[in-house]
């Protein structure tokens, strides 16, 4: 069969190249895609993730079997609403079930009504109230974009001030546009942070390994929040316990709440979760795959990618199976001054095979040759698996030091807290 994956980044460079392992699957394209993805023998289609009538009609010419849905922003458009009415399958769900990662207001509210543990909160947009709201509950406080903001939209503040003015940027100055035209302000949770993906369709659901990204620019933590700096799975210092209670506690009941709501769930759900003192609690949801959490989790998935996904669409029960042993751990190269402004067109170092897999994100040819360029923030990831988050560790940063990376940076710690570092 012939698949068709939408996006670019290093998340569905991971989808695409563990669909294309499949025996079944004799060609996965990718729109738009990046150029360091052909390396993998991915084709790429020159359409953007917007333009829903081209990819439909791509996926009619082409005899697409099933197209898989990578960026959330696609999703909150609609996209699988339109493919299905073109009576093309699509795998990850509707603008209504997608709605859980589009509008932090609409989840909290979803959370609350049916008792799915999260952060005390309350949502403004009128400044003023939000100011009286936060003078009330003091700091440290989280200020949220209501509306998608490309994980940027999130600030949390370490005093009252801090979380006034960016209250006042978002409900007055309009930093965000419309992401920002409400803000949630919630209670500042403490506990060790990690995501929970499950493959869903309805009530049936197939919980992956759990995995930890780095979303903070720099070493330790410091620095601005961004995509993601690099990732690893499963956590090994994550009880097993706290992981059966998230699924009791959070999963089972929200994509109940879904069907109840009529809004039934299929796709990619992403929980972003802190294990606190009274166990874990929703910080967001999001309604699709992570990026770089992707990169670290398929690796591990040693069933038959197709078939699973085939059988979720077609409402069967999936055959899921995992690596049981070892850690996958890997970490991306960003562009220096990334996630502000960074410059383009510095040359990639070749990509690697066997052990260690690059992934690539904002990456290009050179016109007319075979050199790989930067073009994007988070540039390319390097991933391995091995016994222990040390050894992976070792693997990664020892190729990185053989690896030209001026004009890019990358964290020295990814994993760090899994060695109590
Ligand atoms: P988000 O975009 O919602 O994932 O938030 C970005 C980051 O802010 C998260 O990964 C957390 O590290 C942090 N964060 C968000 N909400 C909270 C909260 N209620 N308490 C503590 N940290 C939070
Ligand atoms: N890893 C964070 C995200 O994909 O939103």
């Known amino acids: 069969m012939k698949l068709l994956v939408v996006g670019s980044g290093g998340r569905e460079h991971a989808i695409a190249k563990k669909l294309l392992e499949s025996p079944q699957v004799e060609q996965v394209f990718v729109a738009p895609g990046n150029d360091g993805m052909t390396l993998d023998g991915l084709d790429l289609v020159d359409i953007g993730i917007s333009e829903h009538s081209a990819l439909i009609a791509f996926a009619q010419a082409n005899n697409i079997a099933w197209t898989f849905i990578g960026p959330d922003d696609a999703l909150a458009a609609g996209i699988v609403d339109d493919f299905n009415q073109a009576g093309l399958k699509a795998f ?12 932090k207001d609409f989840a909290k509210k979803i959370m609350g009504k049916y008792g799915v543990p999260t952060a005390a909160y309350g949502t403004f947009s009128d400044f003023e109230e939000a100011k009286a709201y936060i003078e009330k509950q003091g700091a440290p406080i989280v200020v949220k974009a209501d509306g998608l903001a490309l994980g940027k939209g999130v600030v949390v503040a370490e005093t009252v001030d801090q979380a006034l003015n960016a209250a006042r940027e978002m409900l007055l100055d309009n930093k965000f546009g419309d992401s920002g035209a409400r803000v949630v302000v919630e209670e500042f949770l403490e506990g060790e942070e990690f995501s929970l993906f499950a493959f869903v369709n309805g009530n049936q659901f197939d919980i992956m390994p759990p995995a930890q990204d ?18 690893y799975a499963p956590v090994p210092h994550l009880p097993q316990s706290a992981v059966n209670t998230a699924v009791e506690t959070i999963i089972k009941p929200v994509l109940a709440a879904m069907l109840a709501e009529g809004r039934p769930y299929l796709g990619v759900l992403y929980a972003g979760l802190i294990l606190t003192a009274d166990g874990p609690k929703v910080i967001e949801f999001n309604s699709r795959f992570g990026d770089p959490e992707t990169q670290v989790i398929l690796p591990r998935l040693t069933s038959d990618f197709a078939q699973n996904i085939t059988d979720i669409l077609e409402g069967k029960t999936p055959d899921i199976t995992w690596a049981d042993t070892g850690v996958t751990l890997g970490v991306v190269l960003a562009s220096e001054g990334y996630p502000l402004n960074y410059k383009k067109g510095v040359e990639l170092p070749a990509k690697t095979d066997g052990d260690i897999i690059t992934y690539y994100a904002g990456a290009k040819l050179a016109e007319n040759s075979n050199r790989l360029l930067s073009n994007g923030g988070r540039v390319y990831m390097l991933v391995t698996t091995a016994d222990t988050v040390e050894a992976a560790q070792d693997s990664i940063y020892g190729q990185l ?7 890019l940076f990358y964290r020295t710690d990814i994993g760090g807290k899994a060695l109590g570092r």
């Not at 780095?214 to 990732?231: E, L, V, Y």
């Open 214 to 231: 780095h979303k903070r620019a720099f070493d330790g933590d410091k620095g601005p929040n961004t995509g993601g700096m690099g990732a």
């Open 401 to 407: 030091a053989k690896q030209e990376t001026a004009g």
């Open 92 to 103: 990850g769900p509707t603008q209504l079930a997608a709605e859980l990662e589009w509008s």
